[in-house]
């Protein structure tokens, strides 16, 4: 049985801030999987294990031994694949028909990300089909947010999306979007960096899947709930929350991190751990934070921002009809843009709410901004860099996803 989506978070947390003592021979469990060691052999058996354990068993299970130790547990939430183990793509995880396309969804589903972009598109799906596919979401997921790549290449889901972030190193073209300064709506970064990935992306990028859109949340601001910040010094007295591609643009600001998803951050600042956070709108909205939070800092284009891909198994997309193949791609791809634009209309609203909340906005000084321009400039060298070692011209497609963007903004 599936364990719920609070206990899932839990088993990740909890084995991600884990430090085996035992030796390397024999890796002590988890705190969360000793629970379920009920036979206290300091391994997890096939009928012991749960949640996650459970649809990825055989992918954990590095020595095929049968049973789960603490370094293989270890190193699946913390993203890392079994050294020199084949995984078949076959069907894995939960039954489904065969009519569906099983999605892992992680996320809850009351976030703008699902109910204005993935379940419009899931919608679309079913429709383009004239019914004959469908998309079944998971009931909670079935890896940590580290693995979705691996986890549709493996086939525990058919379907699912993730983030860059989590495969930067793999997966970097898209990862343009995440730059600072860039877009100024999620329908704009979204269409760019599909446009980017099509022009300047490699097929070893997504080996194993078939990309089928990319999506950027809108641009994101900079929270707090101490003071109006009219200096760049300002940010050093800030604890601020921030996860993925947004920790080094925080760290750059000269605050404290603290490295923790924007769900989090809710227990976060009651606690008086984080007194900031990087957010959108709706983030601080969806999340609650406006009972905290009391202070906005702009930035034209975004701090950063979070780089989304939704992917389909690759055999599971190539066995698919030609017809429903077609359909798929009609209602996917570019088409991802104009889902955004249901994020960017819900961010409106939350900027509405959160000026009701109280939340001030105090823009930054014209030369606390140029200090900060500076600052963020190293972000972008860094994301050429990773481009050139899969052979892309980086500078070419920043120029190319930026001009894009231009485009986009003029069109509107």
Same mark, same amino acid.
């Given at each position: 049985?599936?364990?719920?989506?609070?206990?899932?978070?839990?088993?990740?947390?909890? *084995?991600?801030?884990?430090?085996?003592?035992?030796?390397?021979?024999?890796?002590?469990?988890?705190?969360?999987?000793?629970?379920?060691?009920?036979?206290?052999?300091?391994?997890?058996?096939?009928?012991?294990?749960?949640?996650?354990?459970?649809? /990825?068993?055989?992918?954990?299970?590095?020595?095929?031994?049968? /049973?789960?130790?603490?370094?293989?547990?270890?190193?699946?939430?913390?993203?890392?694949?079994?050294?020199?183990?084949?995984?078949?793509?076959?069907?894995?995880?939960?039954?489904?028909?065969?009519?569906?396309?099983?999605?892992?969804?992680?996320?809850?589903?009351?976030?703008?990300?699902?109910?204005?972009?993935?379940?419009?598109?899931?919608?679309?799906?079913?429709?383009?089909?004239?019914?004959?596919?469908?998309?079944?979401?998971?009931?909670?997921?079935?890896?940590?947010?580290?693995?979705?790549?691996?986890?549709?290449?493996?086939?525990?889901?058919?379907?699912?999306?993730?983030?860059?972030?989590?495969?930067?190193?793999?997966?970097?073209?898209?990862? *343009?979007?995440?730059?600072?300064?860039?877009?100024?709506?999620?329908?704009?970064?979204?269409?760019?960096?599909?446009?980017?990935?099509?022009?300047?992306?490699?097929?070893?990028?997504?080996?194993?899947?078939?990309?089928?859109?990319?999506?950027?949340?809108?641009?994101?601001?900079?929270?707090?709930?101490?003071?109006?910040?009219?200096?760049?010094?300002?940010?050093? #007295?800030?604890?601020?929350?921030?996860?993925?591609?947004?920790?080094?643009?925080?760290?750059?600001?000269?605050?404290?991190?603290?490295?923790?998803?924007?769900?989090?951050?809710?227990?976060?600042?009651?606690?008086?751990?984080?007194?900031?956070?990087? #957010? /959108?709108?709706?983030?601080?909205?969806?999340?609650?934070?406006?009972?905290?939070?009391?202070?906005?800092?702009?930035?034209?284009?975004?701090?950063?921002?979070?780089? =989304?891909?939704? =992917?389909?198994?690759?055999?599971?997309?190539?066995?698919?009809?030609?017809?429903?193949?077609?359909?798929?791609?009609?209602?996917?791809?570019?088409?991802?843009?104009?889902?955004?634009?249901?994020?960017?209309?819900?961010?409106? *609203?939350?900027?509405?709410?959160?000026?009701?909340?109280?939340?001030? *906005?105090?823009?930054?000084?014209?030369?606390?901004?140029?200090?900060?321009?500076?600052?963020?400039?190293?972000?972008?060298?860094?994301?050429?860099?990773?481009?050139?070692?899969?052979?892309?011209?980086?500078?070419?497609?920043?120029?190319?996803?930026?001009?894009?963007?231009?485009?986009?903004?003029?069109?509107?």
């Amino acid at each position: 049985m599936l364990l719920s989506r609070s206990l899932v978070l839990s088993i990740a947390v909890a *084995v991600l801030t884990f430090v085996p003592h035992a030796k390397a021979a024999d890796p002590e469990l988890p705190p969360l999987a000793k629970m379920r060691d009920a036979n206290n052999n300091n391994r997890i058996e096939r009928n012991e294990a749960a949640g996650p354990l459970v649809a /990825n068993f055989d992918t954990m299970d590095c020595d095929n031994s049968g /049973n789960l130790d603490g370094k293989e547990i270890l190193g699946f939430f913390q993203g890392a694949d079994c050294p020199q183990k084949k995984v078949s793509n076959g069907q894995k995880g939960p039954a489904r028909a065969d009519n569906e396309l099983l999605f892992n969804l992680y996320l809850p589903r009351t976030t703008s990300m699902f109910t204005q972009v993935v379940k419009p598109w899931a919608d679309a799906i079913y429709k383009a089909n004239h019914g004959t596919l469908k998309i079944k979401f998971s009931a909670s997921s079935l890896a940590p947010i580290q693995r979705q790549l691996r986890m549709v290449i493996d086939g525990v889901a058919d379907t699912g999306m993730g983030i860059h972030h989590f495969t930067r190193r793999k997966t970097v073209t898209a990862r *343009v979007s995440e730059l600072p300064f860039s877009a100024r709506s999620s329908r704009a970064a979204s269409i760019a960096a599909w446009r980017t990935v099509q022009k300047f992306g490699k097929p070893s990028e997504y080996e194993g899947v078939k990309l089928i859109g990319l999506v950027s949340p809108p641009p994101t601001l900079i929270f707090n709930s101490r003071k109006p910040i009219k200096s760049i010094k300002g940010f050093r #007295s800030l604890k601020i929350l921030a996860a993925g591609s947004l920790v080094q643009p925080a760290k750059l600001l000269g605050s404290a991190v603290v490295g923790i998803p924007l769900p989090f951050a809710y227990e976060q600042f009651s606690r008086g751990v984080v007194n900031g956070t990087i #957010s /959108n709108y709706g983030g601080i909205n969806e999340f609650r934070l406006s009972k905290f939070v009391k202070y906005a800092t702009p930035i034209l284009g975004g701090v950063g921002n979070t780089s =989304i891909f939704i =992917i389909i198994n690759k055999n599971k997309y190539d066995g698919l009809a030609h017809g429903q193949r077609t359909a798929i791609m009609r209602v996917s791809g570019e088409k991802f843009g104009d889902y955004s634009v249901g994020w960017d209309a819900n961010e409106k *609203v939350s900027m509405e709410s959160a000026e009701k909340a109280g939340i001030k *906005v105090v823009p930054l000084p014209a030369k606390s901004m140029e200090t900060l321009k500076k600052r963020w400039s190293v972000l972008e060298p860094k994301w050429i860099k990773d481009a050139e070692k899969l052979g892309i011209d980086g500078k070419a497609a920043v120029t190319f996803y930026r001009n894009e963007l231009t485009k986009l903004d003029r069109s509107r």
